[in-house]
């Protein structure tokens, strides 16, 4: 489902400029954030450029706590700690708020999703999320993925646990990781850089960051290394991805994201977006929640 929205509206830091109500909350946000995204050139892995400054300046709420790649995806994805709970990348990795027990990210609870209803997605709102911004390794945006909540864990065979995983903060993203063949059931949403929604909310998506990560009680599995064992950050629009073997592989049609599935990195991480491989191995990923 492709969903747009009239112009002359922008949304900053906790700021919504435009005329009369301004529609879509969170959502419009994200929207506006990747309208913005896409007008960046030359955001690789080795040169992040303003890409983080966009995304947080586009929302009060919006925090970036990992950058991922070819080169760092799950175990060599390395940690840095952070006592102001926030951070500034400048290369891959990821960060702890060592001001709260080495917590990932600020440790802080995620604003909800909200404005969902003013685009006809009303199943969204009110639930927790998680956002990349992807840039296709020739130094251009690629488009926002957005992982949406609903707390439930999914099998595959579509059999669901009501509450049987609850996400509060981006640790209890992670944490407790998932068994083989079961995930987080979400709703999957991505938006081009003319901030065209596209979404699945039937309630089939299911996404688990590797059944072998073995994260601890912090969302990760130790500061020198995000997962023991591989790690995607990626979904398939209608259908589950796991990034340790049984799979499923994420690297299929409908596929989006970047992903070590069940190898090591660098050597089997990808890039992929509905479906196609990004030949530039320069990619990158800016991954971020609302615990700001």
């Known amino acids: 489902m492709a969903i747009t929205i009239g112009p002359g509206w922008s949304l900053g830091r906790g700021t919504v400029v435009g005329n009369g109500t301004p529609p879509g909350g969170i959502i419009n946000a994200l929207r506006q954030c990747a309208i913005s995204l896409n007008s960046l050139s030359g955001i690789t892995a080795s040169s992040l450029g ?24 799950s175990e060599a994805l390395t940690g840095t700690a952070s006592a102001s709970g926030y951070h500034t990348f400048s290369g891959l990795g990821f960060y702890y708020n060592s001001s709260a027990g080495n917590i990932l990210s600020s440790g802080l609870s995620i604003y909800a999703m909200e404005g969902g209803v003013d685009f006809g997605l009303p199943e969204i709102d009110g639930k927790k999320w998680m956002a990349m911004a992807m840039f296709n390794g020739g130094g251009s945006f690629q488009g926002l993925m957005v992982w949406v909540f609903t707390n439930d864990q999914i099998s595959d065979t579509n059999v669901v646990t009501t509450n049987g995983h609850v996400v509060t903060t981006a640790a209890s993203i992670f ?7 079961l995930y987080n059931r979400i709703y999957g949403i991505h938006i081009d850089g003319a901030g065209t929604i596209t979404s699945d909310v039937t309630g089939n998506m299911g996404w688990n960051y590797s059944n072998g990560q073995q994260s601890v009680g912090v969302g990760y599995n130790a500061t020198n290394k995000f997962s023991l064992d591989d790690g995607v ?12 073997a049984p799979g499923p592989d994420f690297k299929t049609a409908n596929g989006f994201g970047i992903g070590n599935y069940d190898g090591s990195d660098p050597l089997t991480v990808a890039a992929y977006w509905n479906g196609s491989a990004l030949v530039n191995t320069n990619y990158v990923g800016f991954v971020f929640t609302g615990d700001r």
Do not use: E, R
């Open 233 to 244: 950050w990626a979904f398939v629009m209608g259908g589950k991805t796991d990034g340790n």
């Open 175 to 181: 944490y407790p990781d998932n068994a083989a063949n």
């Open 50 to 73: 303003t890409a983080q400054t966009l995304i947080t300046n586009s929302n009060i709420h919006f925090n970036v706590f990992a950058v991922v790649g070819k080169n760092a995806c």
